[in-house]
């Protein structure tokens, strides 16, 4: 009878301990033992989308399972952003994202999500100026040649964003703000196709990530004529700061990682810890010096109140500007 009641006992045990494991968030047996997902919320070939894929094209070395880049693109991030923070808390959705986290949610007076309280910070992973570029065939070669050449000829010229309300617009319009010039805002669908107008002269300014305008730069196939770092950029000592000519003027193309809010604690220490061990390697420190761009490699808790400042920051500017959509 005895052990027939011992039997009975184990049994249970056992039976709650295999629905104890199922209801246990996958961290705690092993994260990850599946795929990641990595939501871009921008296209493939853009600034954030090459300085995020830099890391995430080799944590799966680290974490022994892949990870799948997702680039869900539209509205400037917006409907990508919104698919990762509906998406489960479970750790296997990520948001590689940047600047445009916190500008694009202050556009809509009725955005879907929030970029503080919907996200689980994970870290910072760098920071890199934009470079005020211009086709050569526009003749200038400065930031006051171009003011000048603009208040001569007001509404004349134009310059390309890569959407209404992203970061390459509200980069740009803070400039022209600025300056007091008259220039026409020109939407596109993406920054490729506002890189390729550039450097083929249908467009004749743009403000785009160092890290996707370098090469350009390079090949003498575009002027950058400032930087929108409030300080010169290391790798382009030559080329002033907007600063320089508008006292004040500072904006950066930040990159990082966040989660849907509620991804375990485990998760995120998982993959801070992983990509911090990255960042210190001579491979991707090289690759985002080619770039003009810094490795900034933040704790969680940094993370999050830099994304607090941002947001603050921006939903300002905005406001100011007077270009809430909706």
């Known amino acids: 009878m005895m052990n027939v009641k011992l039997r009975s006992h184990i049994a249970g045990i056992f039976c709650a301990a295999v629905i104890l494991a199922v209801s246990l968030p996958a961290q705690s047996q092993g994260y990850p033992n599946k795929p990641v997902r990595m939501i871009i919320p921008f296209g493939a070939g853009g600034s954030t ?95 006051k040649e171009l003011i000048a050449l603009a208040k001569k000829e007001p509404g004349k010229h134009n310059y390309a964003s890569s ?48 890290s996707s305008i370098m090469p350009h730069y390079r090949a003498k196939q575009l002027n950058i004529i400032a930087v929108t770092s409030a300080k010169r950029s290391p790798e382009l000592p030559d080329v002033p700061s907007l600063a320089e000519t508008l006292p004040g003027y500072d904006a950066s193309l930040w990159s990082g990682l966040l989660a849907p809010r509620g991804t375990p604690a485990a998760a995120i220490e998982r993959i801070h810890r992983e990509v911090t061990k990255l960042l210190q390697t001579a491979e991707v420190r090289t690759a985002y010096q080619r770039l003009g761009t810094d490795v900034v490699a933040t704790d969680p808790k940094a993370f999050a109140k830099f994304v607090q400042v941002e947001n603050d920051k921006w939903g300002k500017i905005v406001r100011d500007l007077k270009l809430v959509v909706k």
């Open 163 to 210: 959407g209404q309300g992203g970061a390459m617009h509200l980069f740009q319009a803070l400039f022209v703000n600025m300056a007091g010039i008259d220039v026409v805002h020109v939407p596109y669908k993406g920054s490729g196709p506002v890189r390729s107008d550039l450097v083929g002269g249908q467009i004749k300014i743009g403000c785009l990530g160092l």
């Open 49 to 143: 989308d090459v300085l995020i894929r830099i890391v995430a094209t080799k944590l799966p070395e680290s974490l022994g399972e892949q990870v799948v880049i997702d680039n869900r693109t539209g509205a400037g991030g917006l409907i990508g952003t919104e698919i990762a923070a509906k998406s489960n808390p479970d750790g296997y959705t990520l948001l590689g994202t940047g600047t445009p986290h916190t500008i694009v949610p202050n556009l809509y007076k009725n955005a879907p999500f929030h970029a503080v309280k919907d996200f689980a910070p994970i870290m910072q992973i760098a920071s890199q100026p934009y470079g005020l570029a211009v086709h050569p065939s526009l003749g200038v070669k400065s930031v």
